[in-house]
């Protein structure tokens, strides 16, 4: 519920975006703590029974008011729930970052073997085992316990995930309403739940998806003025999560050290939520290493001191954000990147001049994102993951600019007609809010539904093998080599198999870069130093699999072939086609639906090609 002083300024507003007369009228309550106190009176029982009901309080119901339609945090915080729940189950995996570095590591800790990558060499030490400890403790208890299906645990594993993004966007919901108006916070609402972004970041197994969850919570924290829980989320944020995570905090630091003059507290919970987040961290990473390692300190110097750093892995234009961010937030993403200039107009055009959020001017609590997109724009290696930790602030500036267009066309509504004093901007412009709402609603679903159409089919395909584990042919101890070649970044991962005695094998296939291995068998074997791994990408033979030893193989069937890259689906001596489901092949298909989905259009543009898994026909050592 927002307290008090949030609902003081929300009347205020009210007297900003009436119909001003030539005189204006005075407005009280509008310096500091006298807010509170000149609000309080008039609405005390009010705000009495709206905290019965957990319903934030607000000017709302004041004379010359909209009476506003306000989702209280409770319920909020259930649609979140049950939208990041959604994401669980029908999102995809997107990253083979994600696969690789954290899902195969947290199927090595709970199941006992996996993938490893050259991150988690004690040689390099880039990656923290402390945060997979954090996900992978309660699916570790599970599997001792009952020893279900491995999916189960992978699916348990992306629930919690959601669970703690939902609670996070409460927490922020809740803040929003007080620092920025309800307005902002329902329409912040609307395009959260509906945010293809949120859809795919909110429920992977990525640290920059942990960062957005304790950064953003940590901004609500400091919106509310609770700056030492602010510095303690914000170092979970950056150690345990990802140590450039950071950035988001830097405007909080600014304004205690700037503003506020707070040196004392900032010096003091800066220590000790350093002291409390990293001596474990380096304690337990030490245990795993074999040497004392402090990840994120790695990982910082990788990226940024060393002459190589991530350029190795590809670079990609300004324009690569520009796309994607419109792919995730739709026309939202275009309304906050023009958010400072609407800001300026809403300040020349707009007559009242007050502020119009509770404890910060917008240049600073808003600071955190376009700090952040200032530095990964300029940076050459761009993915779509390193935004992830700023998408709860996209919608949020939508909304800010979305309602900063609401302002302006009142005013200019006003200059033309006769509006008669004391009506609110929200009663003549809500038509705006609900185009903008619909619209990006319209395509946030049209574009779930495409992403799950067009990519899901390799985590599909993986379940049937479920299948052949309850046919006679299945030997529980036989170890089945399931093969993969140029489509080695689509696997979704070992928890997908049914059972512990599958392996994933690599093909050799056109690609020249250092694919993962398995850790050795044993106690330490995440302390074992492997020849094979370096940090240049550079190929090495050991990760490949002799292809006559393979007796599962996954192979997109797109149409194109080479030598290393065959149509093995073609080999009917070898293989039998045990599954086979649709997967797009962007080359062959409209750029704009493929992206999106629109009935009785995108089929007939669009083309498909079979994803399968192959079975081995012919028997091999007896077998």
């Known amino acids: 519920m927002a307290p008090p002083s949030a609902r003081a300024r929300y009347i205020a507003n009210k007297a900003d975006n009436q119909i001003l007369s030539k005189k204006p009228p005075k407005r009280p309550g509008l310096n500091g703590n006298n807010k509170a106190k000149e609000a309080a009176p008039a609405g005390k029982k009010k705000d009495k029974d709206a905290k019965k009901r957990n319903i934030p309080t607000s000017g709302g119901q004041e004379r010359g008011m909209p009476n506003p339609i306000m989702p209280s945090v409770q319920t909020a915080f259930k649609t979140f729930v049950s939208a990041r729940l959604c994401s669980a189950i029908w999102a995809y995996i997107a990253d083979c970052d994600e696969t690789f570095n954290y899902w195969e590591p947290l199927h090595y800790i709970i199941n006992g073997h996996g993938l490893q990558t050259w991150e988690y060499s004690p040689q390099f030490g880039l990656r923290s085992y402390t945060y997979l400890l954090l996900q992978g403790v309660p699916g570790y208890f599970y599997q001792k316990l009952f020893n279900p299906s491995p999916i189960l645990i992978f699916y348990m594993v992306r629930c919690m995930l959601g669970f703690g993004c939902a609670v996070m ?85 600014l304004e205690m050290l700037l503003r506020q003059r707070d040196w004392k507290t900032f010096v003091q919970w800066t220590l000790i939520s350093g002291a409390t987040v990293a001596i474990p961290m380096i304690a337990i990473d030490t245990s795993y290493f074999g040497k004392l390692t402090f990840a994120p300190l790695n990982i910082v110097w990788y990226n940024v001191f060393t002459s190589h750093g991530p350029n190795i892995f590809g670079t990609e234009p300004l324009s690569y954000y520009i796309i994607n961010g419109f792919l995730n937030f739709n026309i939202i993403w275009l309304l906050a990147l ?53 998408y709860p602030l996209i919608s949020l500036c939508g909304a800010i ?22 009506v609110h901007y929200l009663d003549h412009s809500m038509f705006i809010a ?22 899901h089919a390799p985590m599909d395909l993986m379940l049937e093998l479920n299948q ?7 030997d529980p101890d036989v170890i089945y080599n399931v093969c993969i070649g ?34 050795d068998e044993g106690q330490n074997a995440t302390k074992v130093v492997q020849p094979y791994f370096n940090d240049l990408n550079q190929e090495n033979e050991h990760m490949y699999f002799d292809y006559d030893r393979c007796d599962f193989l996954v192979d997109f069937d797109e149409g194109k072939y080479t030598a290393l890259e065959p149509n093995y689906s073609k080999r009917s001596k070898d293989w039998s086609v045990m599954k086979s489901l649709p997967f797009l092949i962007p080359e062959k298909s409209h750029k704009v639906l493929r992206a999106f989905y629109v009935p ?17 026909k012919t028997k091999r050592n007896g077998r």
């Open 338 to 390: 023009q958010l400072p200039i609407m800001l300026v107009m809403d300040y020349l055009i707009v007559p009242a001049k007050s502020k119009s959020t509770l404890n910060f001017p917008h240049y600073i609590s808003l600071a955190p994102l376009y700090l952040w997109l200032l530095v990964f724009f300029a940076q050459p290696h761009k993915e779509e993951r390193f935004l992830f930790p700023v």
């Open 401 to 422: 600019t979305v309602d900063v267009y609401q302002r302006i066309f009142f005013r200019f509504k006003s200059l033309v007609f006769k509006i008669k004093a004391g």
């Open 468 to 474: 052949f584990k309850a046919t006679p042919q299945y």
């Open 169 to 253: 966007e409460r927490y922020m919901y809740k803040s929003i309403c007080q620092e920025f108006g309800i307005h902002i916070g329902r329409l912040w609402l609307i395009f959260q739940l509906f945010s293809v972004g949120m859809f795919v970041s909110s429920t992977a197994l990525l640290p920059s998806s942990f960062s957005m969850y304790f950064g953003c919570a940590a901004l609500a924290a400091w919106w509310q003025q609770n700056y030492c829980f602010a510095i303690f989320l914000t170092a979970i944020s950056a150690l345990l999560g990802w140590p450039f995570a950071a950035l988001i905090g830097i405007p909080l630091v």
């Open 600 to 616: 009785f259009l995108t089929d007939n543009h669009i083309q498909y090609g079979d994803f399968n898994l192959l079975k081995r």
């Open 486 to 519: 140029k489509d080695w970044h689509r696997y979704p991962g070992s928890f997908f198999f049914p059972a512990k005695n599958f392996r994933l094998r690599f093909l050799k296939s056109e690609f020249r870069g250092m694919l993962p291995a398995y850790y």
């Open 434 to 455: 609900i185009l903008v709402m619909v619209t990006s609603t319209l395509l946030g679903l049209s574009r779930v539904f495409a992403l799950y159409r067009n990519y």
